[in-house]
């Protein structure tokens, strides 16, 4: 069983940036895809980036399209969102999430077998 932890949440302003890091344990991290998704008060979560076991594509929601850059690296087992320009409407927890398959992509959500326990983004205006 994969464990997901992730770290790097926080409080910023609109415009700032924050970059949030998944340790990945417990499997082999370079076998399979990664994605990050999120989920504000109220509503439903939903899917941010993804990337592909090797790092090669990567993939993102319209809304954060250009502003986001999801990345790994396998030796660390960790991969990575660095978020810029962020918005008060990417306030949310952020999820950090294992998928079963190798390619990933944006329609992951009924892929992903592991879920991190979520990191705090507040974007104040």
């Known amino acids: 069983q994969v464990q997901l932890v992730e770290s790097g949440g926080g409080l910023v302003q609109a415009g700032g940036s924050l970059r949030l890091s998944c340790a990945a344990s417990g499997g082999i991290f370079s076998r399979y895809a990664m994605a990050w998704f999120r989920q504000a008060p109220g509503k439903e979560r939903e899917f941010v980036a993804a990337?592909?076991?090797?790092?090669?594509?990567?993939y993102y929601a319209d809304s954060v399209e250009g502003r986001f850059t999801i990345s790994r690296d396998n030796a660390k087992n960790t991969v990575y969102l660095q978020m810029n320009y962020l918005k008060p409407e990417d306030t949310a927890i952020y999820y950090c999430a294992k998928d079963s398959q190798k390619f990933g992509g944006r329609g992951s959500f009924s892929r992903i077998d592991s879920w991190g326990q979520g990191t705090q983004v507040t974007v104040s205006p």
């Open positions: 990337i592909s076991w090797s790092g090669g594509k990567t």
